[in-house]
């Protein structure tokens, strides 16, 4: 297998019910030296095209719709010839920054191959209704935008958000996986499952104030 995993981080803004944030975005990019899978398209088109280099992208993945994960996405599409693709649940997120749709959805178990390895969609709402992950077991880590996080869940304090959600997703989706798996953040350093096992609240434990 040839595929591997190259990372890059892009700066600029997080904007939501109407308080905007400076904010660092992990971009992940899952492939080999032919083709690739992008994964968010944070703050910065020129570093992500410089990071996918001469390669094929097959296509721009959105873990969700907040704006500083999916602000450059048609533009990212339009500069590698490739489809944005988000899960309909987020179409309500995705509508606050954009008025153009994605170009394909994003289903919970739906299986995405790039060279000689394979993403599956987990749908894990909580962070967002429509948030996902994307899970590379032959490569041993889960890519979990903002749903988890070294130390804890996702935020849940604004729109469209749930605490009890993303305390279930966690709970139901993620730590069904391995406990040796590592998980590639949106933002922040990379943690394992296991790791996170000693962090995250139980469903129906209440939110810390």
Not at 8 to 34: I, P, Q
Not at 43 to 52: N, P, R, S, Y
Not at 172 to 185: N, R, S, W
Request: a negative charge; hydrophobic letters at 40%.
């Amino acid at each position: 297998m040839s595929a591997r995993i190259d990372h890059a981080v892009t700066s600029g803004t997080f904007t939501l019910d109407g308080e905007t944030f400076d904010v660092d975005n992990n971009v992940w990019v899952v492939g080999d030296d032919t083709e690739c899978v992008v994964i968010d398209a944070p703050h910065d088109v020129g570093a992500i095209t410089e990071l996918v280099g001469e390669r094929a992208v097959k296509a721009i993945v959105c873990t969700h719709a907040h704006d500083d994960h999916v602000r450059h996405a048609h533009a990212l599409g339009d500069a590698m010839g490739a489809p944005v693709w988000l899960h309909p649940d987020d179409l309500v997120v995705w509508r606050l920054t954009h008025d153009v749709e994605p170009d394909g959805e994003l289903a919970d178990g739906q299986v995405i191959e790039v060279a000689g390895t394979t993403l599956t969609v987990l749908h894990t709402p909580g962070h967002s209704p429509g948030s996902v992950c994307l899970y590379a077991p032959e490569l041993g880590v889960v890519f979990t935008g903002d749903t988890l996080f070294e130390d804890g869940p996702g935020a849940t304090g604004r729109s469209y958000s749930s605490w009890d959600v993303i305390l279930r997703s966690i709970d139901h989706v993620l730590f069904a996986l391995p406990d040796e798996t590592v998980v590639k953040t949106g933002h922040g350093a990379d943690t394992t499952i296991a790791a996170e096992r000693a962090t995250v609240p139980g469903p129906g434990s209440p939110r810390p104030e």
